[in-house]
């Protein structure tokens, strides 16, 4: 019994730094790549089209209706990455669970119990 605990410590301490170099490796591998531009970088409107997922001539639609934060110098429109970023997430819908949590909170704080 003591010879088997002996050969599973062994041959954890001999694979276990291998299977953990093969993850990691493996995971590098398979990793997007990694934006490496600064947050405040301007960008064109077919560096937007892309950053969004959309289409270049639906993003002129947006910057023609004002729906999306932009600048234009001259004919060219430019796109500052933070505000797309900060656009992105103004359009995030709550769950039911943090509307529940912001009911909830609200009604105790109007002095009400839910039960």
């Known amino acids: 019994m003591n010879n088997l605990h002996n050969i599973e410590v062994f041959l954890s301490r001999l694979f276990t730094p291998i299977i953990h170099r093969c993850v ?3 995971l590098q591998e398979f990793q997007f790549p990694k934006l ?4 405040d970088k301007l960008m064109t409107i077919q560096e937007a ?3 969004l997922n959309l289409a270049v001539p ?11 934060p932009y600048r234009k110098r001259g004919k060219r429109l430019y796109f ?4 797309l ?8 819908k709550k769950s039911v669970a943090e509307l529940d949590t ?4 609200y009604l105790t704080k109007k002095g009400y119990s839910h039960g």
Request: net charge negative; hydrophobic share 25%; glycine share 2%.
């Open 36 to 39: 490496t531009v600064k947050t």
């Open 24 to 26: 990691k490796e493996s």
């Open 80 to 83: 500052r990455l933070s505000e």
């Open 85 to 92: 970023e900060q656009w992105l997430e103004s359009g995030k």
């Open 102 to 105: 912001e009911a909830e909170e």
């Open 49 to 51: 089209a892309e950053f």
């Open 58 to 68: 639906t993003l002129y639609t947006m910057t023609s209706k004002h729906t999306i």
